[in-house]
């Protein structure tokens, strides 16, 4: 029998579903928070669908949708993000849960508040045509802001919060929890580090309050205001999974004192979890917004092309500002290396802490990579820019060999434009090249597919027993039906195809004969020219994640012959336990 790669049910790798604070998701790849410029509007719903539908499409286990704004003014920290303080707008957001959910994956919403991040701070054509707006602040801003403000670079006019006031700003985004939950959303992620309010209470850089909000010394971070932040969403929303970035700002320049350094974010996040979060995203960034966030190469081509130019005159004043601002960025690239999986270190002391999951993310671009953090450094890999350049992204990733890398470049011209008001996109001519070819090539199908069986007849401890037992499933003379001595007699099912588009692993069980097993008794019909029309059949309580040509040859049935082979993935959805690969001999 062909010898295949033996997993184990306790064993972490990408396609197995993992739990968050009681709410399963089908696999361990996420899709994080980007900025889908979607806005507030009577388009925003058709945005974000195109957006996000691609790549629950391809099989991601969750969507994290980019940072929305908790209130209906201020706050926003870059052109184009999507408010959620009306209801009457985010009832509208369920048709895109339901575009997202109807394909098995998990969606969260990023809940955000600038503070001293806000357009008004920095963007010169917004803070022109909303001169009243304040900006929320923890606390005095730090000196690098005042001295900002007093060059004109930035326009600093802060509110610092008494402590009524912060209280309100959590039951904000409370309230904004509870809002997305009623229109379908699964999670709510918090965006608590890229300079958000969040990462402004938390870090002593911004916050020397003196009351319950300040600095708590046994932790050495604000951790008063997300815990508030917990309670308020608990009371308003339910028991929906909570999880939050969690900075270290350790990749700061030694020059801005005092700040949160890798212990300190490793005790928040003990705290954190203590307070109810159901996951964390560690992740280590500098105090300012920055390259540190983004790391990679200076985005030339975003800078130069003289289509956004009128877009950054807006956002900084003029061109010779603009100029300054891209001189700023090239600096910084050279500063923040781009360094594969950069948090890593940071993932895995968190891990080694707390007893809920830890997701990790941040230049993580290879299957081989991701199949050496998971259950080292993270229960869960996201990527982010690489979407822009391949929507359909899990499609290559999930049941991927290990040299499979995304044909993302690190060259951030997809980031920057959106300083100027522009979507995000990739727009490297090679990348785009590389992907098209890909697509071209059908990487990016979708092969799945569903197995239904009768739950009653189910067992879990039978599942265990054969995912622990491989060596009781073997082939049968003439290749007809694998025999097991272990599994129980009397399951049916019927497996169909999910898309209406042919795979070219589906074209290839399609046009093969009708497989009957006896691993218990399935029964799988594909006709020949109707396979690919078949509509989604989750019948049951098992599903089948995968069908997965090995080889064409290497099973012999006793007469000299060799027939094809195909491996079938069983996962246990209720249980979350898995058969080991299931060997099915066809003609």
């Known amino acids: 029998m062909t010898s295949l790669r033996q997993f184990d049910p306790e064993e972490t790798w990408l396609e197995k579903s993992v739990t968050l604070g009681g709410h399963r998701v089908q696999n361990r790849l996420y899709r994080a928070p980007l900025l889908e410029c979607a806005g507030t509007n009577s388009e925003t719903v058709e945005t974000l669908i195109a957006d996000l539908e691609p790549a629950a499409e391809a099989g991601a286990g969750m969507i994290q949708q980019g940072a929305t704004i908790v209130r209906e003014e201020g706050g926003c920290a870059a052109p184009g993000m999507t408010r959620v303080a009306d209801p009457d707008f985010v009832e509208t957001l369920g048709a895109v849960t339901d575009a997202v959910k109807q394909y098995g994956t998990s969606l969260a919403i990023q809940l955000e508040h600038g503070g001293l991040r806000s357009m008004e701070v920095w963007h010169d054509a917004y803070r022109r045509a909303n001169p009243g707006l304040e900006q929320l602040a923890v606390s005095r801003p730090p000196w690098p802001l005042r001295m900002l403000d007093r060059l004109g670079i930035l326009d600093v006019n802060p509110h610092v919060m008494s402590t009524a006031e912060v209280r309100e700003l959590a039951a904000d985004f409370g309230r904004a929890a509870a809002r997305a939950v009623d229109a379908g959303y699964d999670m709510i992620h918090l965006s608590g580090a890229n300079m958000g309010i969040i990462q402004q209470f938390l870090s002593p850089f911004y916050n020397r309050r003196d009351d319950e909000f300040g600095i708590d010394p046994t932790v050495g971070a604000g951790i008063r205001f997300p815990e508030l932040v917990a309670e308020e969403i608990r009371n308003r929303a339910g028991d929906v999974p909570l999880l939050t970035k969690v900075p270290s700002e350790a990749a700061a320049p030694r020059i801005l004192r005092p700040r949160l350094d890798d212990k300190t974010a490793v005790h928040t996040c003990q705290r954190l979890a203590t307070a109810g979060y159901d996951a964390v995203v560690p992740v280590r960034c500098s105090v300012f917004w920055d390259m540190s966030i983004v790391r990679g190469e200076y985005p030339g081509r975003g800078w130069r092309d003289e289509a956004y130019r009128p877009g950054y005159v807006d956002a900084f004043g003029s061109r010779l500002r603009a100029a300054a601002v891209a001189a700023g960025n090239w600096i910084q690239s050279q500063q ?252």
């Open 336 to 587: 923040y290396d781009f360094e594969p999986g950069w948090n890593a270190d940071l993932c895995r002391q968190v891990r080694q802490t707390v007893d809920i999951p830890v997701l990790i993310e941040g230049g993580i671009r290879e299957r081989s990579q991701i199949d050496d953090l998971l259950g080292d450094a993270a229960d869960m890999v996201g990527m982010a820019r690489p979407f822009y350049a391949e929507p359909k992204l899990p499609a290559r990733l999930l049941e991927a060999d290990p040299d499979v890398a995304v044909v993302c470049n690190n060259c951030n011209n997809c980031a920057v434009p959106q300083a100027a008001g522009e979507a995000g996109v990739c727009r490297t001519p090679s990348v785009l090249e590389r992907a098209g070819e890909l697509r071209r090539q059908g990487a990016y199908d979708s092969e799945s597919w569903f197995l239904g069986l009768p739950a009653e007849e189910i067992h879990a401890s039978h599942a265990r027993e054969c995912a622990r037992r491989p060596e009781s499933v073997s082939p049968s003379p003439m290749g007809r039906a694998p025999q097991s001595k272990k599994c129980h007699a009397g399951w049916h099912a019927t497996v169909a195809c999910k898309r209406t588009q042919t795979s070219r692993v589906a074209r290839r069980v399609a046009c093969s004969r009708p497989i009957e097993t006896n691993l218990p008794t399935i029964v799988s019909n594909f006709p020949t020219d109707t396979c690919c029309a078949w509509r989604p059949v989750p019948i049951g309580t098992y599903r089948l994640r995968r069908v997965w040509c090995i080889r064409h040859c290497g099973v012999r049935d006793g007469t000299d012959r060799d027939w094809p082979s195909h491996a079938y993935q069983l996962q246990y959805v209720d249980d979350c336990v898995y058969h080991d690969r299931i060997h099915v001999v066809s003609r």
